[in-house]
């Protein structure tokens, strides 16, 4: 091979590794992730998503549950685990989609679309009195039943009435009562007209899809405006938006807010807003990780600015993502291993006792947490971690995977693979904020389990 074959190889290898560095989309690496459904509660972004299994099955959707995911700064996701499954409802045979959480009276109401063992679409209510959970059938039975009954999105108004709408191909909504597990019936189920004047021009207007307009809403309200987001066009879907004087309209068509995702795309959509610390961000899905596609989709955030008349620009899907974290990191606290920004590799998992961690690790793997602030310096890193033999090190560096090198752990057999032990390094000094990677080293197979970790000054 010539110098300048090599040349080429290295410096491809280079790009390819900056780039990687500086890819925070999508946001959830360890699992497909899909149906982004952010909350804001009590200062932290609580995201609610569907999940795509591993292994798809009949060449369709496979969907079993849904997963929660929070963060204080928009840039490192902790991983909460399973938070309900399909099974949780007891007349359900499967196909956990896309869901929205909201709190009230000190509960959370965790609306999601499911089939019934009889056969037809539903959709029920779970409730916690966490966002994390644990969530369990608030009523014991579907709260709607009806073909096409599926994506539900939950506001409650600033009058405290709530309105839940969904559906695919139409459009419905109801008045939720106080109780948020019953509805309105003197009212009903009202079915919106989807004409091109108020949920966009559909060419091919066959069936009951008379609009662009597709399925999976997203309902808010900003500046006494109300807007609904939405995949629509049909497949492959691109995301639209409406909006409203009224929280039940008439609906006005507003225009395109992201076209259909060319490289890395899934033929779905699905939006989520909110506004955090005073900024407004996108969520959506593509299938932009390893191995994903239209049945293994991933969730990606954009951040984005309202025009002054209240319209949505067009936001272009990005592999940067959020790139001004909300906040700072401190490690003097401890922090859940499986709070990620980007990781290559790895996987988490959960049981009772421990809670979710991080575990299938491989020489090579590594976990980056973003905009890290050391204050005037660290000396001692701390981990949790679990291995039968002493198989591999966790090596401790800033701004890059190959960056400085902090410290390095040897991580010392504890006994058993859940058996966890406090182990801990030295670390050279460090100040300001600065991203961290994780960078697991060792022979074949797994190497070891990691709960968490901490530095001490």
């Not at 074959?5 to 410096?11: D, F, K, P």
């Not at 559906?167 to 091109?196: C, F, T």
């Not at 610390?277 to 951040?303: A, M, N, Q, T």
């Amino acid at each position: 091979m010539s110098k300048i074959q090599n040349t080429i190889i290295a410096i491809s290898v280079a790009l390819t590794s900056i780039a990687a560095a500086k890819a925070d989309n999508p946001i959830i690496q360890t699992n497909y992730t899909a149906d982004p459904a952010p909350m804001v509660y009590d200062g932290t972004v609580y995201l609610y998503t569907s999940h795509d299994e591993d292994k798809t099955i009949r060449n369709f959707f496979t969907m079993n549950d849904w997963k929660c995911y929070s963060s204080k700064d928009m840039v490192n996701w902790t991983d909460r685990g399973t938070i309900f499954s399909y099974k949780g409802f007891s007349w359900s045979r499967g196909d956990a989609w896309a869901g929205q959480c909201i709190p009230r009276n000190g509960k959370f109401y965790y609306y999601v679309p499911v089939n019934m063992k009889n056969g037809g679409n539903a959709i029920g209510v779970a409730v916690a009195d966490s966002p994390t959970g644990p969530f369990k059938d608030a009523i014991g039975a579907p709260l709607l039943i009806g073909y096409g009954y599926i994506d539900p999105t939950v506001y409650i108004d600033d009058d405290g009435q709530a309105y839940l709408y969904w559906g695919n191909p139409n459009l419905w909504h109801v008045k939720l009562n106080e109780d948020m597990i019953s509805y309105d019936q003197k009212l009903g189920i009202v079915k919106e007209d989807l004409k091109d004047e108020n949920f966009g021009y559909r060419a091919k207007k066959i069936d009951n899809r008379t609009a662009a307009y597709e399925e999976g809403p997203w309902f808010f309200k900003r500046n006494a405006k109300y807007y609904m987001l939405y995949p629509a066009g049909g497949v492959p879907e691109h995301l639209a938006y409406s909006t409203s004087n009224g929280p039940t309209g008439p609906w006005v068509y507003g225009d395109t807010i992201m076209h259909v995702i060319k490289n890395h795309g899934a033929f779905t959509n699905h939006p989520g807003y909110i506004e955090f610390k005073g900024k407004s961000y996108l969520f959506y899905h593509d299938g932009g990780l390893p191995g994903g596609g239209g049945f293994k989709r991933s969730v990606c955030i954009e951040p984005f600015n309202f025009n002054a008349d209240g319209s949505i620009p067009l936001i272009t899907p990005t592999s940067k993502g959020v790139v001004e974290s909300a906040a700072s990191l401190d490690p003097y606290q401890r922090t859940e291993a499986e709070t990620i920004a980007w990781s290559e590799g790895l996987k988490t998992a959960q049981d009772q006792q421990t809670g979710v961690y991080v575990t299938e690790i491989s020489n090579g793997d590594y976990i980056k947490v973003r905009s890290v602030d050391f204050g005037k310096g660290a000396k001692i890193f701390q981990a949790s971690v679990a291995a039968k033999a002493s198989a591999g090190t966790i090596e401790i560096r800033i701004d890059s995977k190959d960056g400085k090198l902090l410290g390095t752990l040897p991580v010392k057999a504890t006994g058993d693979d859940l058996s966890w032990k406090t182990q801990s390094c030295k670390v050279n000094a460090v100040k300001g904020v600065h991203d961290i990677f994780f960078v697991f080293k060792g022979g074949d197979g797994n190497l070891f389990n990691f709960d968490w970790w901490k530095f001490t000054k």
